[in-house]
């Protein structure tokens, strides 16, 4: 039997599950919003062409209005200025797309400080307990932040000193950019950086080291926890647009039962 035959037959049987780890696009779906003067992307919306009416007696369509970095989405080295020569959304090489993955599991620091920065020494005793992480691949950040994707303001969880929300400190995010053989990083957050990274030194340190360094971003993922810590392959599927800066996306999981 071939590979492709066996991969087949292993999906149809449930032996290899897909786990959907994207945000349903809606007109609720939380989105980064940035303080003045800066310009924001728009939230997500249907403006209906067409239901089976006058319009179109036969069809229901519609026109859609949204932000390349609305809902889940991934991020493309040009989006920053550190990645400004960088390929863009529809130059992601396909083995970035299709790549295996590893998941580190943080939700009980997070829970008990939104705050919480991964730090170097977080990764190094990852790969010590299960092995080194995957040339080529992703690593995928779980923080159950998740559960608060309900509404805009409990996903950024906000006060009068700005987002708290979980991320990377600047020192790992330089060395998942330089150092790890990873070839994108994802979250379940609005971004990659953490709520408070506006006032690391270099601000955004994520976006500012992955970027530059030809590395990619997954935002607003869900259901981390039904991914294996290894084992499973990671299928992004952003839409290819031509001098984009990113793209939402569906991103499944293929999980080994």
């Known amino acids: ?17 897909v786990v959907d780890l994207t945000t349903p696009l809606q007109e609720s779906t939380p989105i980064l919003e ?103 691949g992703w690593l995928l950040y779980r923080t159950g932040w998740e559960a608060h994707g309900a509404t805009q303001e409990e996903f950024m969880n906000a006060d009068d000193a700005g987002p708290h929300t979980p991320g990377v400190s600047t020192e790992c995010a330089r060395w998942i950019a330089e150092q790890s053989p990873l070839t994108g990083f994802g979250v379940e957050t609005v971004g990659t950086d953490a709520g408070a990274a506006g006032g690391f030194d270099p601000p955004f340190s994520c976006h500012h080291f992955l970027m530059g360094a030809n590395r990619w971003g997954l935002t607003s993922l869900r259901n981390l926890g039904r991914v294996p810590t290894t084992g499973a392959v990671l299928v992004v599927c952003p839409l290819p647009i031509v001098g984009g800066s990113g793209s939402p996306a569906r991103v499944l999981a293929l999980v080994e039962r």
């Open 34 to 136: 940035l303080p003045a003067p800066f310009a924001n992307t728009s939230r997500f919306r249907l403006e209906e062409l067409s239901r089976y009416d006058d319009r179109g007696p036969a069809w229901y369509w519609n026109d859609i209005h949204t932000g390349e970095h609305t809902g889940t989405h991934l991020d493309a080295p040009n989006h920053w200025v550190t990645g400004r020569a960088g390929p863009d959304v529809s130059q992601v090489p396909m083995r970035t797309l299709v790549a295996p993955v590893a998941v580190i599991d943080r939700t009980a620091e997070v829970a008990r400080d939104p705050d919480y920065l991964l730090e170097v020494a977080d990764l190094e005793a990852w790969q010590t307990e299960h092995g080194p992480l995957p040339d080529g």
């Open 1 to 17: 039997m071939s590979v492709l035959s066996a991969f087949a037959e292993a999906m149809s049987s449930g032996v290899v599950e």
